[in-house]
């Protein structure tokens, strides 16, 4: 059983338009979500968090928001650029810091 | 700073082998994390290791475990190899364990095969 569920492997945007990477969930103890970005090759590299007392975090070009109640989270990359192609994972961990999932990740190809 | 490094990078092994794994994390860094990536199941988690002691477990038979050495190196070991374990194994390391707020940062991987 999947904790933490992208269902879409991937997604293609055209550069400079709006990328919305999403994440549901289904273990209610998650209380601390992130994202990460995975080039070939590569390990993952942080990108943004957001922790379940916000509904929103901010940082440059990426925010993620989270609706608790709908056990969602999504990440928005404005404007997307070709660089932020990518495999996007993310991520969840319980407020024991027990339990840390990563979803399946979504494929993101921004075109030129 | 040097990044996490992982050793070997490649390594191809056939079923029944077993296989050791090496992850020296960021230097200060005392907290190390195994993870296994497959195309189909995504990132899981293997174990977290802090002060040479195992904090965390994820849902993987006993063929796989770990350890973690005084100067924070973390090696993890497979036994009885087989051919489900070929896959992606990932190390991170962050500076302490249980903080939410400590970014993990990630090692290259090691690529096992298994035939």
């Known amino acids: 059983d999947q904790q933490v569920k992208q269902n879409s492997p991937s997604l293609s945007v055209q550069e400079g338009r709006i990328s919305i990477l999403n994440c549901d969930y289904t273990?209610?103890?998650?209380?601390?979500f992130l994202w990460y970005k995975k080039y070939p090759a590569e390990g993952p590299t942080f990108l943004i968090s957001?922790?379940?007392?916000?509904d929103k975090n901010e940082d440059g070009r990426f925010t993620v928001f989270l609706n608790k109640s709908a056990k969602h989270l999504s990440l928005h990359i404005v404007p997307s650029q070709p660089g932020d192609s990518a495999v996007y994972f993310c991520a969840a961990e319980d407020n024991y810091g027990q339990n840390f999932v990563f979803g399946p990740g979504t494929r993101l190809s921004v075109l030129p | 700073k040097a990044g996490v490094t992982q050793t070997p990078r490649y390594l191809i092994k056939t079923r029944g082998q077993q296989v050791t794994l090496s992850c020296s994390p960021i230097s200060g860094h005392r907290s190390v994390s195994w993870y296994q990536q497959t195309p189909g199941q995504g990132l899981q988690f293997l174990f977290e290791?802090?002060?040479?002691?195992?904090?965390n477990k994820g849902n993987f038979p006993g063929r796989f475990s770990g350890r973690q050495f005084s100067n924070s190196r973390s090696e993890m070991n497979v036994s009885t190899l087989e051919l489900g374990d070929s896959a992606l194994y990932l190390c991170?390391?962050?500076?302490?364990?249980?903080?939410?707020?400590?970014?993990?940062?990630f090692g290259p991987g090691t690529r096992l095969t298994v035939l």
């Open positions: 290791y802090f002060s040479e002691t195992q904090r």
């Open positions: 273990n209610s103890m998650f209380d601390y």
């Open positions: 991170a390391s962050s500076l302490t364990s249980g903080s939410k707020e400590d970014t993990q940062y």
């Open positions: 957001i922790s379940s007392i916000k």
